[in-house]
């Protein structure tokens, strides 16, 4: 939902009012992928270096999907190496249709619109596929979790949201009686999700995605007109700053620690807590050097042949 957000402010600021054209979209575009790119292979290959299984066969045409970033256009290879890749792929389709969506979408009642038929559509989408889809497979489980959670028609709800949110957060500020509102939503909301958490409440338009993402807008929208410390101070900024890497970085650390780590101190609670607080430690520290030293400067030397490149063409 904030990838939506922070797409839709960058390609108002990019377009704007101005008429889309197909150089417009590939600047645009060149720019979202030159930002997801370093890091992303890099993890691909840290994870691939520091693999326990064997290499599957097909592992050529896997690693070139990733490359590619089509991975998300097939359910073996959606989130095959890094375990949480599966959104970048979600993501970069959605970036490819943010400057149509833009093009269409220019007022808060039309955002409401898009949200209203996603949730339809993709409603009724992945009811077909599930229903299609064979039950005699070895590996079903992929399909399902493909379907579940995977692609497009999941996500494309959650995603509306962040555009609802971009143009709620350009409206005037709200009253007090409106942020109340905006507070019990935050409740019923997590009552949703509790309540799917102990098996009731189970019907498949409350899907947790949805109902995280009609949270996250309330607290923005609470955020943005009434500062809560908790949850707006420096730590979470750094945290924002670097989240990006952590969430490529975070299962591999995750992986090493449980290969390596063998201390048991008796708790279970104890035991998840340590590991929790040591998996954030390590990759927000590697987020930082590989930042700082890795991917701002491929970043700054990408931006600077674009812009020589620009300058050329203008001459």
């Given at each position: ?39 992303f292979y890099l993890a691909i290959f840290i994870t691939l270096i520091f693999r326990e299984t064997e290499l599957s066969k097909d592992i050529v045409w896997n690693i070139i999907t990733h490359l590619f970033f089509i991975h998300g256009l097939f359910p073996n ?134 109902l995280c993402a009609v949270c996250t807008v309330c607290i923005a929208l609470v955020l943005n007109n009434c500062r809560c410390v908790i949850l707006d101070n420096n730590l979470w900024v750094t945290l924002g700053r670097y989240s990006y890497p952590i969430y ?68």
């Amino acid at each position: 939902m904030l990838s939506a957000l922070l797409a839709y402010t960058s390609i108002d600021k990019s377009i704007g009012n101005e008429q889309i054209t197909l150089s417009k979209c590939i600047r645009w575009w060149k720019y979202k992928f030159i930002r997801l790119i370093p890091i992303f292979y890099l993890a691909i290959f840290i994870t691939l270096i520091f693999r326990e299984t064997e290499l599957s066969k097909d592992i050529v045409w896997n690693i070139i999907t990733h490359l590619f970033f089509i991975h998300g256009l097939f359910p073996n290879y959606a989130n095959s190496i890094i375990s949480v890749e599966w959104y970048l792929g979600v993501l970069v389709i959605f970036y490819l249709t943010v400057p149509f969506i833009h093009k269409y979408v220019t007022s808060l009642n039309k955002a409401w619109i898009m949200f209203g038929v996603s949730v339809a559509c993709c409603e009724v989408i992945n009811q077909i596929a599930f229903a299609i889809l064979p039950q005699n497979l070895d590996d079903t489980y992929i399909y399902e979790s493909y379907i579940g959670t995977f692609w497009i028609f999941e996500q494309l709800p959650t995603l509306s949201l962040g555009i609802i949110l971009y143009y709620l957060l350009k409206s005037i500020k709200w009253s007090k009686a409106k942020m109340i509102q905006m507070i019990f939503a935050i409740f019923g909301c997590c009552i949703f999700i509790l309540g799917r958490a102990f098996g009731i409440l189970q019907h498949s338009l409350l899907i947790n995605y949805t109902l995280c993402a009609v949270c996250t807008v309330c607290i923005a929208l609470v955020l943005n007109n009434c500062r809560c410390v908790i949850l707006d101070n420096n730590l979470w900024v750094t945290l924002g700053r670097y989240s990006y890497p952590i969430y490529l970085l975070h299962c591999f650390i995750l992986k090493m620690y449980d290969r390596y780590n063998n201390l048991n101190y008796g708790n279970t609670f104890f035991n998840w807590f340590i590991k929790y607080l040591f998996v954030i430690i390590v990759s927000l520290i590697a987020s930082v050097l590989l930042t700082r030293f890795f991917d701002e400067q491929i970043q700054k030397w990408c931006k600077y042949k674009m812009y020589e490149r620009v300058r050329k063409n203008a001459r």
